[in-house]
C-alpha cells in the first residue's frame, strides 16, 4: 500500500508541476494585460516634443559629419564603426528620450538643438565657401541653388523613423520604465503609441503607387488594382502567422485595440486594398476629398447609430466577445478611420513628391505643411470640445485629424533639419550627409522613367553606403516584422514588468542593436528581402 502512495505521488508530481507552471503563466499574462490597459495618454505638448528629438538627431548628427569633414576630411572607417556611431547618434536618444530622460523630456531636445547651434556657429565662422559673403547674401544663394537629387530624402527619413519610435515602443512598453502615459490610450486620450499607429499608415500612403502616378508613369486601372491586391498577400501572410503564434503561445493582449483575431498586418492590407479600390473610380488629385468624406460620414456613423456603443460595450452591453464581429468590432470598424488617414497621406504624397528643384520652392513647400499642420490643430481642438474626444480605439474624426496634423508636422521638422544640413554643406566644400539632398553631384542623366524621383529607395544614392537610415529603408517591412518578433522573443523570456531601470534599458538597447545590426548587414551586402 505504501508502495502503491509513493508511485502515485511520484506520478502526480509532474502534473501538480505543470499546473503550477501553466498558473503561474496565466498569472504573468493576465498582469502584462493589466499593465498595459486602462490608459488615459498624455499631452499634445509632450507628443510633440517627444517627436521633435529623432530630427534634431539627424541634424546633430549630419553637423558633426561636416565638422569631421572641416577638420580631418571625409570620414573613412568600418562598416562595423559607422553603424555604432548611427546607433549612438539616431537610436539611443530616442531610447534615453521615452525611458529614464522623460521626466525631464523637454531638455532633451533643447541640449540638443543647442549643440548643433554651437556645431552651426562654429562651422560658419570657419567656413571655406562664400568666405566674402554675408548672412544674410549666403541665404539668398542658397535660396537660388538647384537641388540635384533624384528623390525627396525628407519622406524616407520620416518613414525610417516611425520605424524606429514604433520599434522601441513595441517592446518599452512592456518595462516600467516607459511612462504608462506613452502607451495606447484604453478609450480615450492621445498616447504617443497611438499616433504611431496612425502615423505608420500615413507614412506608407506618402509612398503608395497611387502618390507616385503622376510621374508619367501610369498604368490601367484594372492591373494596377490587381497589382496592389496582389502585393498586400505578405500583410496577410503576417497576420495569419501572428494571429497563430500568439495563441499558440499563449502570449499576452491588449483586446481593447484589435480584437480577438485582428491584429495591424490585418489593418495595413485591408486598407491598401480598400484605398486602391477606392483611388480606382475616383482621381488620385481628389484623395483628400474622399478622406474627409470618410472621416465625417464615419463620425456621424458613430454619433447617430448604435455602433459606437457597440465598438466599446459589444452587441448586448456587456463587452462581449462572442461571434466574429463581436471579437474583433475594435479592428474591424477602425478600418474606416486609418483608411482615411491613409487617403489623407497620398494627397500628402502628390504634394510632396511634386519634382521641385529649388531650394526656394521647398522652404515654401514646408510654410504651407506647417499651416496646413496648425489648422488641423485647431479643427482638432474644436473637435474634441463639440464632437467627441480623441480615440484610437474607434480612429474616430478627432482621432483622424490629430494623425494627420502630428504627421504634417513631424514632416515639416524633418525638412527644415534637411535643410538645416544643406546649410552647413553649402558653408563646407565638399562635405557630403548620408540621406539629404546632395546638390554638389551633377545631374543623372538618362533616366529610365520619372518615377524614380517619387521613390523612397533612394535610387540615386549608393544604397551601399553606410548610413543606418538607408539600411532601414531598404527593408523597413522585415525591420517592423523582426521588431515584433524580437519583442515576442524578449517577453518570453523575461519578466518585464518586474525588471529595474538598468536592466530593462539594457535590453531595450540590446535589443534596438540587433535589429539595426540585422537590417546593417542586409544592407552592406545589398540584399533587398521583397518577394512579392
Given at each position: 500500500m505504501q508502495l502503491w502512495k509513493s508511485i502515485k505521488l511520484h506520478l502526480e508530481g509532474p502534473k501538480k508541476e505543470a499546473l503550477r507552471n501553466k498558473a503561474r503563466r496565466m498569472s504573468e499574462k493576465v498582469l502584462k494585460e493589466a499593465f498595459v490597459s486602462n490608459l488615459n495618454g498624455t499631452?499634445?505638448?509632450?507628443?510633440?516634443?517627444?517627436?521633435?528629438?529623432?530630427?534634431v538627431c539627424v541634424v546633430c548628427r549630419g553637423l558633426l559629419l561636416?565638422?569631421?569633414?572641416l577638420q580631418w576630411g571625409e570620414l573613412k572607417c568600418s562598416w562595423q564603426c559607422s553603424l555604432l556611431l548611427d546607433f549612438i547618434l539616431l537610436v539611443v536618444p530616442v531610447v534615453l528620450s521615452c525611458t529614464i530622460l522623460s521626466p525631464i523630456l523637454l531638455f532633451v531636445p533643447l541640449c540638443l538643438s543647442a549643440l548643433c547651434t554651437i556645431t552651426l556657429?562654429?562651422?560658419?565662422?570657419?567656413?571655406?565657401?562664400y568666405v566674402r559673403l554675408n548672412f544674410k547674401e549666403i541665404i539668398d544663394v542658397l535660396l537660388n541653388t538647384k537641388l540635384k537629387s533624384n528623390n525627396v530624402?525628407?519622406?524616407?527619413?520620416l518613414r525610417v523613423l516611425i520605424n524606429i519610435l514604433t520599434a522601441v515602443s513595441i517592446l518599452a512598453v512592456d518595462f516600467p520604465l516607459?511612462?504608462?502615459r506613452y502607451a495606447k490610450t484604453e478609450t480615450y486620450g492621445t498616447g504617443v503609441m497611438d499616433f504611431g499607429v496612425g502615423g505608420y499608415i500615413f507614412a506608407n500612403a506618402l509612398v503608395s503607387p497611387e502618390a507616385r502616378q503622376h510621374c508619367g508613369v501610369l498604368q490601367k486601372k484594372g492591373s494596377s488594382l490587381t497589382k496592389q491586391i496582389i502585393s498586400v498577400w505578405p500583410l496577410a501572410f503576417l497576420g495569419v502567422c501572428r494571429f497563430i503564434s500568439v495563441k499558440a503561445v499563449d502570449y499576452h493582449e491588449h483586446m481593447s485595440e484589435y480584437g480577438v483575431h485582428w491584429n495591424f498586418f490585418f489593418t495595413l492590407a485591408v486598407v491598401r486594398i480598400g484605398a486602391s479600390v477606392v483611388l480606382t473610380i475616383l482621381p488620385v488629385y481628389k484623395s483628400w476629398m474622399m478622406a474627409v468624406f470618410l472621416a465625417v460620414m464615419y463620425q456621424l456613423t458613430l454619433e447617430t447609430t448604435t455602433l459606437k456603443m457597440f465598438i466599446l460595450n459589444g452587441s448586448d452591453g456587456t463587452g462581449t466577445r462572442e461571434g466574429f464581429l463581436n471579437a474583433n468590432r475594435e479592428g474591424v470598424f477602425s478600418v474606416f478611420g486609418y483608411l482615411a488617414i491613409y487617403m489623407a497621406g497620398v494627397q500628402v504624397g502628390l504634394y510632396v513628391l511634386r519634382k521641385r528643384t529649388m531650394i526656394g520652392d521647398w522652404v515654401k513647400a514646408i510654410g504651407f505643411l506647417l499651416v496646413t499642420s496648425f489648422t488641423l490643430f485647431i479643427i482638432f481642438h474644436i473637435l474634441q470640445v463639440y464632437i467627441e474626444a480623441n480615440s484610437r480605439r474607434m480612429a474616430n474624426l478627432p482621432f483622424i485629424v490629430w494623425v494627420v496634423a502630428q504627421c504634417l508636422a513631424f514632416l515639416s521638422t524633418i525638412f527644415f533639419a534637411d535643410l538645416v544640413l544643406i546649410f552647413a554643406q553649402h558653408l563646407i566644400n565638399g562635405s557630403k550627409v548620408p540621406c539629404t539632398w546632395n546638390f554638389s553631384n551633377a545631374l543623372l542623366k538618362n533616366k529610365k522613367t520619372d518615377e524614380s524621383f517619387f521613390s523612397s529607395s533612394t535610387k540615386d544614392q549608393n544604397q551601399s553606403d553606410p548610413c543606418l537610415i538607408n539600411a532601414i529603408n531598404r527593408n523597413q517591412l522585415l525591420f517592423f516584422l523582426l521588431a515584433n518578433v524580437m519583442t515576442g522573443l524578449v517577453n518570453t523570456l523575461i519578466d518585464t514588468i518586474h525588471s529595474s531601470n538598468s536592466f530593462s534599458l539594457s535590453v531595450l538597447l540590446l535589443y534596438m542593436f540587433c535589429n539595426c545590426l540585422v537590417m546593417y548587414i542586409l544592407h552592406v551586402k545589398s540584399i533587398t528581402l521583397k518577394f512579392w
Open positions: 499631452s499634445l505638448t509632450e507628443i510633440t516634443l517627444g517627436l521633435s528629438v529623432p530630427p561636416i565638422l569631421y569633414h556657429c562654429v562651422l560658419y565662422t570657419k567656413r571655406n565657401n530624402p525628407s519622406v524616407t527619413v516607459f511612462p504608462r
